[in-house]
């Protein structure tokens, strides 16, 4: 579900892709960090994080949605591509915020592209990974933000940790 999310994110600026996280049953091993609810959309939408609690507190129940990805959803990225991140210049990264519990990430489809190879090693990785090692921590950390070469005071640079659960 995670990565079909993310992969709408990308693909759909007039969306806002809400996975309600906070109160999803912890690993028995998690011991650090704080739950968040996880909200994707594309850059265009404008959005306002500091608007989410509001939006939030207006949503129903929803319906269940079926979306279906091209077989090229998740493109290979060039390491030149990844590289070029690390540049002063580039200004395609991820964008986050916090707002009412919810880690707000925005960004270009490029921004997820980029770090969709993270995703995807999750969601298709992971099971068989964890079916030969029972037990073994599998996860994704996801950059966001400008690089640490080139950080921004507002929002520096951070990880997103998705740990792979069954």
Do not use: N
């Not at 109160?23 to 959005?47: I, S």
């Not at 507190?57 to 060039?78: C, D, K």
């Amino acid at each position: 579900m995670f990565a079909q999310a993310w992969g709408l994110a990308a693909r759909s600026p007039h969306t806002i892709v809400y996975l309600p996280l906070r109160r999803a049953k912890l690993p028995d091993h998690h011991g650090w960090g704080r739950l968040l609810d996880l909200v994707l959309l594309h850059h265009r939408l404008a959005f306002p994080p500091s608007r989410w609690k509001q939006v939030r507190s207006r949503l129903g129940t929803g319906r269940p949605h079926t979306i279906v990805l091209p077989s090229h959803a998740w493109p290979s990225r060039s390491i030149a591509d990844h590289r070029r991140t690390w540049h002063q210049e580039f200004r395609d990264h991820l964008r986050w915020d916090i707002a009412a519990d919810t880690l707000v990430l925005t960004g270009s489809r490029e921004a997820f592209e980029l770090e969709a190879d993270q995703v995807r090693a999750l969601a298709e990785e992971c099971p068989a990974h964890r079916a030969r090692t029972p037990g073994t921590h599998c996860c994704a950390e996801i950059g966001m933000g400008r690089t640490r070469r080139h950080p921004e005071q507002r929002r520096p640079y951070a990880e997103l940790h998705a740990e792979y659960s069954q």
